[in-house]
C-alpha cells in the first residue's frame, strides 16, 4: 500500500508539535511545508533531521522522496 499524504501529516503531526504543516504527494514523491518552534535556532541540515527523527523507518521503507520547507512560526507567512 501506498502511503497517503495524509498518512504522511498524521505521522509527522505525531512525532512533532506543528503549528502548520501540509503535505502533497502522489504516493512516492511527497512535498511538505512543515511550522514548528522546533525549528528554532537550527539550521536548514538539522530542521531536516528533527523531521526525518519524526518519520522514523518509515522515511527508508514507506516514503520513496520528501521534499520540505521547515520554517519556525516567525519565518512562515501565511
Known sequence: M???P???KNYIANGLECTHLEVEGDGQHF???I???AFAG???IQRHQI???ALGDRM???IHALSM???TPEEYQP
Open 2 to 4: 501506498l502511503p497517503t
Open 6 to 8: 495524509e498518512l504522511i
Open 31 to 33: 512535498s511538505a511545508l
Open 35 to 37: 511550522v514548528s518552534p
Open 42 to 44: 537550527k539550521r536548514l
Open 51 to 53: 523531521v526525518y527523527a
Open 60 to 62: 527508508k521503507a514507506e
Open 69 to 71: 520547507k521547515t520554517l
